[in-house]
């Protein structure tokens, strides 16, 4: 159990804007006053390598993030910025989410990289929604290049669809993405509905939920337990990542999805039951409070040694909870029918 983590991950800041180094200060604060480092290891990331990210990105991509840097950054489009050291800043970024990846395959039940910029928006050619490099894919493809491993399943909960993962492995059959995130007719970047569901060798395994505004813990945690069991069960990942995304909290001022802490423990417990162990990268979230409360319930929920000395709900707890009695609306009704019927012909559900 391990946090992947630097300091120098604040020299990418730009304190006018929201992805800021504080995001970061507040989790580990947060962290710290709840005596963290009693119960899990705290590493210094990597720096990754241009291999690493040469088997993702364009070598014009990295080259333009390279040398926008070195003339002093800026704004790259109108909401991702780049500073003089973030070039650098990416690559440990990059590089923490391979440690992470590498610290798991070396027997950690979990590992998080807590870092920034975060990367799920970015393309194998472009920069954008706050991203600079995907690190996922970059985490992805070091493993299959030096651990042989073949399968991968990708649970993003970001509120934002993850356009750049999906992009990156669009065609591929041997990593099935999933995304649960606000419905993209309301909110960046605008796509991320059920019918992009892959390409080619790729159809079906990329999985939308694109939640209606207003959806709640009873509506994300009854679709998602409707899905994600099945799907380990017959896509049988050899490894399971979690792009982590805070900003569908109820306090977010980015989005207006109504969940809470309860569903960062509750994922964080039901996928390490699910599966055993989990790679985990710190996307979006901007409210502060909200951002550091629910990583702490995230965390504690997969490290019963911490949660027994200070006790939260459980797993089982919050279903019984939000299930119970769910009153959930014919619009997430609706999402799990067109999702079954679409993906019918892949999974068996």
């Not at 799920?120 to 985490?139: E, P």
């Not at 985990?280 to 901007?286: A, D, H, P, Q």
């Not at 279903?319 to 119970?324: D, F, I, Q, S, T």
């Amino acid at each position: 159990m391990v946090l992947v983590y630097s300091p120098y991950y604040d020299n990418h800041q730009n304190s006018l804007h929201i992805e800021n180094k504080s995001r970061t200060d507040s989790i580990i604060k947060k962290l710290d006053d709840e005596n963290v480092r009693d119960y899990i290891s705290v590493l210094e990331p990597n720096y990754a390598t241009l291999d690493d990210l040469s088997k993702v990105h364009s070598l014009e991509h990295i080259n333009f993030i390279k040398n926008f840097c070195k003339r002093g950054g800026g704004y790259i489009d109108y909401d991702t910025y780049a500073t003089p050291l973030s070039y650098s800043v990416a690559l440990m970024a990059a590089g923490g989410s391979i440690k992470a990846s590498q610290l798991v395959m070396g027997g950690e039940k979990w590992a998080y990289s807590l870092a920034r910029p975060p990367g799920h928006h970015a393309n194998k050619k472009t920069a954008m929604g706050f991203c600079l490099f995907n690190n996922v894919a970059i985490a992805i493809e070091n493993l299959r290049a030096n651990y042989n491993i073949k399968k991968f399943l990708i649970i993003d909960f970001d509120v934002h669809y993850g356009n750049g993962t999906a992009d990156i492995f669009y065609e591929d059959p041997e990593v099935l993405y999933l995304s649960i995130h606000q419905d993209p007719k309301t909110i960046f970047p605008g796509k991320g509905f059920i019918s992009e569901q892959g390409h080619g060798s790729g159809e079906g395994y990329n999985l939308n939920l694109p939640m209606p505004p207003l959806s709640n813990n009873s509506d994300y945690i009854w679709i998602l337990k409707e899905l994600i069991g099945p799907l380990i069960k017959e896509f049988r990942p050899e490894m399971v990542f979690a792009e982590a995304g805070f900003d569908a909290h109820k306090k977010d001022l980015l989005s207006r999805i109504l969940i809470d802490e309860d569903f960062y423990a509750w994922i964080g417990e039901y996928l390490m039951e699910l599966h055993g162990s989990l790679v985990i990268l710190l996307e979006g979230g901007y409210d502060l409070d909200a951002l550091a409360n629910s990583n702490l319930r995230f965390i504690k929920s997969m490290t019963p040694e911490w949660n027994l000395q200070y006790p939260y709900k459980t797993r089982s707890e919050i279903e019984h909870e939000y299930l119970a009695h769910a009153n959930l609306s014919n619009s997430v009704k609706e999402i799990l029918r067109e999702v079954l019927d679409n993906f019918s012909p892949f999974f068996k559900f």
